[in-house]
């Protein structure tokens, strides 16, 4: 199988991989002595889970901590109440965690410095630097000009200090109602960036916030507490998508003003996937409206759904270190994360048989009421990972598509006149089927050669295909669930006039019932990834299994890559 990584490694100078942008800078800061440890940050917002872009900007900022003995922060910005929570919160932690990272550099809030942001803009309003403006947002938005065109100065921007600091304290103190007044910063409406024109700092937002309850009725704008924040705790590179470039002319502007720790912005490129959606807005419209059964739905690119669908920490790592870090957006194809997936579960993942579409095979010359223990290997990529026992009796379960009743020289499975061998079983030939009233094959009848045996063959019988199946008198019953990808369209967000939600692949979900798997999947448990052979990588879905009294698995991945969208 070619490896579509390949063009995505990168570069190397004799043995040693060269240096993306960011960890040259890195590298440099601390050779110059500009630091002596280095401190990075990942701030999420608790309004809904982390997805595979965020997965990105994990592995880079505590891999780069890792990497260069720093320290890294877990910091949630929380300046939005009406849309966060614990349980978002929760979600986040466990994420993270379970790509396999911990925040050496503590856990951390940004409403744990709502008091000194708020002594922060005090001091922008003393230094004039900070005004309190009462016009309408809609007045705001036509005052500020356009990229071409500048701004005009807000009829409120010549207040005096002191005028300032009373109205400010009135907001404070819930004397105003909501969207009253804002505090704006006193820059340049003529600034060719559009954020440098007297950009918003504070606004009145009467809503209970998840740590601080009701104890603050003003929140501060994320442009205004995200590089304080930083600069509170200390982040020498503080590291953000490239969206936030026109946004670091006032993160710098804030630092200089305030004269507290210069953090330094770095942008790179974010992480764009084909046939998937990154906005979390917009994942969450899907779980509202019921495209989808949550925000761990195995179809969603969230790191929730990702991993209940069956992906593991590593094969995201890879992932994301095959993506590498630039500074110029691009689009990844899906195939290389189900890629990074296939080769991580190769080389781990336990073997195992399932039937998901069965018909009966019956072999017609084995004794009845006979049953023997046949050793199948748990995994050729792995010798240490030994043999479990396969029981073999007259009746087994087959895949329905791997019998033909009419088949050309070229096919490789049961038909009429063909020969094949069962996974480490015997070799059988065809005898003859079984039709039902409905018209569909029933049963299929074989003979087996008793001297074919796997590892100790000595029929002389050579077999082109081989076929996996499962002993009828101890299968057990379960589902399966098919997924593909969500969107049947490469880019469904990127329609003028039409909305994402028409590029939903109505076959992205596949439920097969009365599957037959092997007994030693009893006691499989959640997390732990199996190679059905020939079909795929699967995982038990616990939380579904519980839900419908029966055990439910995911395909992960496919063995290769079959995407025909």
């Known amino acids: 199988m070619s490896d579509p990584a390949r063009s995505e490694r990168p570069s190397t100078e004799g043995d040693r991989p060269s240096l993306h942008f960011i960890e040259q800078i890195i590298a440099d800061d601390l050779a110059s002595g500009k630091h002596g440890q280095i401190h990075t940050r990942f701030p999420p917002e608790p309004n ?58 503590g856990e951390h809030y940004t409403s744990d410095y709502f008091d000194q942001l708020h002594a922060f803009a005090v001091d922008l309003i003393r230094k004039g630097k900070a005004y309190v403006d009462h016009q309408s947002a809609e007045d705001m938005a036509a005052q500020k000009g356009t990229p071409t065109q500048p701004g005009t100065n807000s009829p409120y921007r010549d207040r005096s200090v002191e005028e300032n600091l009373q109205l400010f304290e009135e907001m404070r103190g819930g004397v105003h109602p909501d969207g009253h007044c804002v505090l704006r910063a006193k820059i340049d409406m003529a600034h060719p960036n559009m954020h440098m024109r007297d950009p918003l700092i504070y606004r009145i937002k009467r809503s209970h916030h998840h740590r601080t309850g009701d104890d603050w009725c003003i929140y501060p704008m994320y442009d205004f507490a995200h590089g304080q924040s930083d600069a509170i705790e200390g982040i020498t590179h503080s590291l953000c998508t490239l969206e936030f470039e026109v946004h670091r002319p006032l993160y710098e502007w804030f630092i ?25 807005r917009k994942l969450l419209r899907l779980v509202e409206e019921g495209h989808v059964d949550g925000w761990d739905d195995p179809r969603m690119p969230t790191i929730s759904g990702l991993r209940r669908r069956g992906f593991t920490p590593e094969s995201i790592r890879t992932f994301c270190d095959r993506v590498g870090i630039a500074k110029r957006e691009n689009v990844i194809d899906f195939g290389l994360l189900e890629w ?44 240490t990972a030994g043999t479990r026992t396969m029981p073999f009796s007259r009746e087994l379960w087959m895949e329905r598509d791997d019998f033909r009743e009419e088949a050309n020289r070229k096919w490789f499975r049961l038909a009429p006149g063909k020969t094949v061998r069962l996974k480490s079983a015997f070799i059988v030939r065809y005898v003859h089927h079984i039709v039902g009233e409905d018209g569909r094959v029933e049963e299929v009848h074989v003979e087996y050669f ?13 077999a082109k295909g081989t076929l996996h199946w499962v002993n009828a008198a101890t299968a057990i019953d379960a589902e399966v669930r098919l997924y593909n990808r ?33 007994p030693s999947l009893t006691h499989a448990e959640m997390g732990t990834p199996y190679q059905f052979t020939r079909l795929g990588y699967f995982s038990l879905d616990e939380m579904q299994s519980q839900e419908v009294g029966h055990p439910v698995w995911n395909r992960s991945v496919t063995l290769k890559d079959g995407w025909k969208g």
């Open 340 to 383: 990074a997936l296939r080769d991580h579960l190769n080389r781990t993942a336990m073997r195992a048989m399932a039937v998901l579409d069965p018909i009966k095979l019956v072999i017609t010359n084995y004794p009845e009421g006979q049953t023997e223990d046949l050793p199948s290997e748990n995994n050729p990529e792995d010798p």
């Open 450 to 462: 008793p001297d074919s045996r796997s590892g100790s063959d000595t029929s002389g019988i050579k």
């Open 256 to 280: 200089e003003q305030l004269e507290i720790f210069p953090s330094r912005q770095i942008e790179f490129a974010r992480l764009n996937l084909d046939h998937t959606i990154m906005s979390k």
């Open 486 to 518: 969500l969107f049947s369209d490469p880019n469904p967000d990127g329609h003028e006039g039409r909305d994402f939600t028409e590029f939903l692949n109505p076959d992205s979900l596949e439920i097969r019932k009365g599957c037959k798997l092997e």
């Open 48 to 105: 809904g889970h982390l997805h595979i872009g965020h997965a990105k900007a994990i592995c880079l900022s505590f891999g780069l901590a890792e990497k260069y003995k720093g320290l890294v922060n877990l910091r949630f910005d929380d300046t939005n109440p009406e849309k966060e929570s614990q349980e978002y919160v929760a979600a986040i932690r466990r994420d993270v965690q379970w790509l396999g990272y911990k925040w050496n550099g």
